[in-house]
C-alpha cells in the first residue's frame, strides 16, 4: 500500500512564525504535491514538485514555499505565518506514469494565532 | 466562476437508499475525471477514476461521465453508514504534464441507521 505521511496532525503556531510541515512518502512517486482545505473552497493547490529540487507553483502560491532535497520528501515552508494561512494541509504523490492518480496524507491541521 | 461545481450538502440518506452525487465542470478539456472519499479527520482516497463519457461500476459504486453536459456522477447503490464521508470530484485535463488536478468543494453525506 501507498503510504504518505505527514509529520504532524495538528499545529498551533503564532503569527509571524516559521513553520514547516513534511511530507514523505514511501512508493518511490515522481511527482509530490501540496494543497490546503479549506471548508466550501475544496482542495486548492499550493505548489508541486515532479523531481528532486523541482517546483511549479500551484494556484495559491503567496505566501508559501516548498522544500525538495530528497525523492521521498516535500516540505511545505510558511515563512512568516498569518490568520489567513490557518487551515487543513494535505500532501500527495503520484507516479509519473499514473500522473492523475494521487495519493493523500491524513492532514496537519495548522491554527495561526 | 470555478472550474468544478460541487453541491456541498450535507446530503442525508436512509440506509439502504441511493446516493446520488454530481459534479459540473466548464472546461471540455478536462478529460480524467475522479471521485475521492474522505472520511472525518483523514486525507481523500481514490475511489473510482474514469476517462472520458460513459460508465464505470465498482461494487456498490458507480461513476457516469456526460461530456456532452460536462456533468459527472457518482451512484452509490444500498448506501451503509460506513458510506457516511465527504465525497469529492476532481478532474485533470490530457494536456496537463503533471497531473495537476481541480476538485470540487466535497458534498458531504450522512447514511442513518
Known amino acids: 500500500d501507498v503510504k504518505v505521511t505527514q509529520s504532524s496532525r495538528y499545529l498551533v503556531k503564532r503569527t509571524g512564525e516559521k513553520v514547516f510541515l513534511e511530507c514523505v512518502q514511501d512508493m518511490d512517486h515522481e511527482n509530490m504535491f501540496w494543497y490546503r482545505q479549506d471548508p466550501g473552497l475544496g482542495l486548492r493547490l499550493i505548489y508541486f514538485s515532479y523531481d528532486v529540487k523541482m517546483k511549479e507553483k500551484g494556484d495559491i502560491p503567496e505566501g508559501y514555499s516548498v522544500s525538495r532535497e530528497k525523492k521521498e520528501r516535500f516540505s511545505l515552508i510558511l515563512e512568516s505565518a498569518s490568520t489567513n494561512q490557518t487551515s487543513m494541509y494535505l500532501c500527495?504523490?503520484?507516479?509519473?506514469?499514473?500522473?492523475?492518480?494521487?495519493?493523500f496524507g491524513a492532514g496537519t491541521r495548522l491554527s495561526v494565532l | 466562476q470555478k472550474e468544478v461545481e460541487q453541491d456541498p450538502g450535507p446530503l442525508s440518506v436512509p440506509e439502504g437508499a441511493i446516493v446520488s452525487l454530481n459534479c459540473t465542470y466548464s472546461n471540455s478539456a478536462f478529460q480524467y475525471f475522479m471521485w475521492y472519499r474522505q472520511y472525518s479527520r483523514k486525507g481523500p482516497e481514490l475511489l473510482m477514476y474514469?476517462?472520458?463519457?460513459g460508465n464505470k461500476e465498482d461494487g456498490r459504486f458507480t461513476a457516469q461521465v456526460d461530456k456532452s453536459s460536462k456533468y459527472i456522477s457518482l451512484f452509490i447503490r444500498d448506501s451503509q453508514p460506513s458510506d457516511s464521508a465527504t465525497y469529492l470530484c476532481?478532474?485533470?485535463?490530457?494536456?496537463?504534464?503533471?497531473?495537476?488536478?481541480?476538485f470540487g468543494a466535497g458534498t458531504q453525506v450522512v447514511v442513518t441507521p
Open positions: 500527495a504523490s503520484s507516479l509519473r506514469q499514473a500522473k492523475n492518480i494521487q495519493y
Open positions: 474514469t476517462y472520458s463519457s
Open positions: 476532481a478532474i485533470s485535463m490530457t494536456t496537463d504534464s503533471w497531473g495537476k488536478l481541480q
